[in-house]
């Protein structure tokens, strides 16, 4: 995706690959990637929807890019760093991770006070500390927040706003954002992806959104990334996409998900009738059924350790023992 003659990109990642670590912290022995061929590269001003079925890896990926999970070092560089080992990169707001965990837990605001807390909005979004007051102001007015919101007495769609606006306070140059508008209303969510279309345009940052809303998204992205199984599909520009299909965006995406599920029904009953197992592999808890002669598989994690286990593992003085962060 990156255009001839750009600046160095926002985001490379060249073959990732990526296994959920069993309960000893590594992968499974013998168990297949979760991700693999994944690669894309991002520049400034790109807008890049992540489409796919439930379960083909969006929220995987999305997390892996934003530093939570481990991988070497190599298959993913935010503005030219390692996402996981390279803390700076989100500790600064350069790289800024919207998603699940984010939105389930109670989303601590900068001085550890519960969203769901008898504490307001001002209380919960003017606690957030080095923050430019215009970029807050603006923030505030673009998700229309009530500064005395209670947070405890708040709905759903308001706390959400609330929690959007803390976590796009700094001006990120990378940002993941995985399924975070589900509560907001109409013009609310109108107007944050216009702002977020601006803060690419004008600051040259760059998003990847993971969404199955496609409301208001036929003109947003400026390319469009479709995963399957944990396999990148496709990855092209919003006007290749279509020049392919007459349908609008959901249409497209529905019409690939439909491909896709006819697909893997064909083969799941191909298996049956070969009397193979309906999945490739067997693989339950961290205890894995099967040739051990396949286990042996790179999976994109380095046997034996649970910390550093990457090549050059002592130049990783950013790095938490983890392996997978929140
Ligand atoms: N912590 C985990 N440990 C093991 N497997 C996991 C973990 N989290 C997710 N998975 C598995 O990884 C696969 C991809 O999940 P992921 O959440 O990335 O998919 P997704 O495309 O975001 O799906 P959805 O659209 O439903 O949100 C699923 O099969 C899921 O069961």
């Not at 990378?174 to 601006?198: C, F, G, H, M, W």
Request: proline share 4%; net charge positive.
């Amino acid at each position: 995706m990156a255009e001839e003659g750009c600046p160095k990109p926002l985001v490379e990642v060249r073959d990732l690959c990526f296994t959920y670590p069993g309960i000893d912290g590594q992968p499974p022995p013998g168990s297949k990637p979760l991700i693999q061929c994944f690669s894309i590269t991002l520049n400034a001003g790109h807008r890049c929807l992540l489409v796919g079925a439930n379960g083909a890896g969006k929220t995987t990926v999305l997390k892996i890019l934003g530093g939570k999970h481990m991988v070497d070092p190599s298959m993913v560089r935010v503005m030219g760093r390692s996402a996981f080992h390279d803390t700076t990169l989100t500790s600064s707001g350069e790289l800024c991770y919207l998603g699940g965990e984010w939105r389930r837990d109670v989303a601590f605001a900068g001085f550890e006070v519960s969203i769901q807390m008898d504490v307001s909005a001002e209380k919960m979004i003017f606690g957030v500390a080095g923050v430019d007051p215009k970029r807050r102001d603006e923030l505030i007015k673009i998700l229309d927040i009530d500064l005395s919101w209670r947070m405890h007495k708040s709905s759903d769609g308001q706390r959400r706003r609330v929690q959007i606006c803390m976590g796009l306070l700094k001006p990120f140059k990378v940002l993941l954002l995985d399924e975070i508008t589900v509560d907001l209303d109409v013009l609310a969510r109108a107007n944050l992806l216009s702002y977020l279309k601006k803060e690419c345009n004008e600051r040259g940052a760059a998003i990847i959104y993971a969404t199955h809303i496609f409301d208001g998204l036929d003109d947003w992205p400026s390319h469009i990334v479709y995963i399957a199984h944990g396999k990148l599909q496709l990855a092209l520009p919003l006007e290749k996409v279509k020049e392919t299909s007459q349908l609008s965006l959901m249409r497209t995406v529905e019409s690939w998900l439909r491909k896709e599920r006819d697909e893997d029904r064909r083969r799941k009953k191909e298996r049956k009738a070969l009397g193979l197992q309906g999945n490739d592999k067997q693989v339950n808890g961290s205890r894995v059924v099967g040739d051990p002669a396949s286990r042996v598989l790179n999976n994109g994690w380095a046997g034996g350790r649970l910390n550093s286990t990457v090549a050059g593992a002592e130049n990783f003085f950013f790095s938490s023992n983890s392996v997978l962060r929140q």
